[in-house]
């Protein structure tokens, strides 16, 4: 998996991270922006005007997963990144 994070990374991908606003404010990567996993739906057309792979993550991997099947079913490059400290362990500081 640390593979595809790094190449996702390197083609400039956005990171979106689905947890609650109470989750994202106890910590978050920097540069991830923050879309709560029902609100994705509502959400897609910006999604898809960013034309950028996507990397989604959340706290265990279980939401991001939601949110990765459901982007993907919608026709968008995207991985599940899993714990939002997974892949802010490959963003350069």
Known sequence: ???EIKEYLEKEAVII???TL???NEGHIESSKHLVLTSIPFEIEQIKSWSKPI???CRSGARSGEATQFL???GLDVIN???WQNVDQYIKK
């Open 1 to 3: 998996m640390g593979i």
């Open 72 to 74: 993907i079913e919608n």
């Open 81 to 83: 990144g899993g714990p």
């Open 17 to 19: 991270d689905v947890r």
């Open 22 to 24: 109470d989750e994202w």
């Open 55 to 57: 990397i989604a993550v």
